[in-house]
T-cell receptor
C-alpha cells in the first residue's frame, strides 16, 4: 500500500527565515511525486512534479528535491503570502492514475 | 495552463434533497477526472475516479448509490450527492489531468463547500 507522510504537521516561521518541509513516501515504484499549495477554502494549486531521485525544480522562493525515500520542499526567505498548507502526493504504477496524498504541512509566515 | 472549473463553490441544501456538483476542464480534454472529499484540516480523500463514457471507479467505503458520478463528455464530470444528510457536509474537490501534459501534474478545481441542514 502506498504511504505518504509529511512533517512537520505545522510550521511557524518569521519572514525571511528559510526552512524545509519533508515528504517521506513508500511506494512500489514511483511514477511521480507532486507538490501542491492549498489556501483555506480553495482547491490545491500545482507547484511541482518530480520523477526520479536527484531531480530538483525551482519556482520563485520554492525548491523541491527528490531522493528514493523522500522529497523536500525548501522555502528560501519566505514571505507572509507563502502561508498555506503544502501537500505532497505520489503516483505509483500499481495505483494507475490515482494520487495518494500526505496529510499536509500548514505553514504560517509571520511578518 | 490547464484550468478546471468547479461549480457551485458553495451550496446549502436541506436534509433529504440531492445536490449536483459540476467539474469542467475549460481548455483541455480529460478522459479521467477525480473526485475528492476533504474534512477540516485534513488531507484529500479520493472518493472515485470518473471515466469518460464508462462507469466510475469508487474507492473502498464510498457509497456508489449516494455519490453518483457521471462523466458524459471529455470536459464534464458531475457528482450528485443523493438524499443528503448533515454528515455529508464537507468540501468536495475535483481534479483532472491534461493528456500529454505530465509536467503540469493534476489540475484541481476550486472546490465546493456543501452544507446540509
Amino acid at each position: 500500500e502506498d504511504q505518504v507522510t509529511q512533517s512537520p504537521e505545522a510550521l511557524r516561521l518569521q519572514e525571511g527565515e528559510s526552512s524545509s518541509l519533508n515528504c517521506s513516501y513508500t511506494v512500489s515504484g514511483l511514477r511521480g511525486l507532486f507538490w501542491y499549495r492549498q489556501d483555506p477554502g480553495k482547491g490545491p494549486e500545482f507547484l511541482f512534479t518530480l520523477y526520479s531521485a536527484g531531480e530538483e525544480k525551482e519556482k520563485e522562493r520554492l525548491k523541491a528535491t527528490l531522493t528514493k525515500k523522500e522529497s523536500f520542499l525548501h522555502i528560501t526567505a519566505p514571505k507572509p503570502e507563502d502561508s498555506a498548507t503544502y501537500l505532497c502526493a505520489v503516483q505509483a504504477p500499481t495505483s494507475g492514475s490515482r494520487l495518494t496524498f500526505g496529510e499536509g504541512t500548514q505553514l504560517t509566515v509571520n511578518p | 495552463g490547464a484550468v478546471v472549473s468547479q461549480h457551485p463553490s458553495r451550496v446549502i441544501c436541506k436534509s433529504g434533497t440531492s445536490v449536483k456538483i459540476e467539474c469542467r476542464s475549460l481548455d483541455f480534454q480529460a478522459t479521467t477526472m477525480f473526485w475528492y472529499r476533504q474534512f477540516p484540516k485534513k488531507s484529500l480523500m479520493l472518493m472515485a475516479t470518473s471515466n469518460e463514457g464508462s462507469k466510475a471507479t469508487y474507492e473502498q467505503g464510498v457509497e456508489k448509490d449516494k455519490f453518483l458520478i457521471n462523466h458524459a463528455s471529455l470536459t464534464l464530470s458531475t457528482l450528485t450527492v443523493t438524499s443528503a444528510h448533515p454528515e455529508d457536509s464537507s468540501f468536495y474537490i475535483c481534479s483532472a489531468r491534461e493528456v500529454g501534459q505530465s509536467n503540469y501534474g493534476y489540475t484541481f478545481g476550486s472546490g465546493t463547500r456543501l452544507t446540509v441542514v
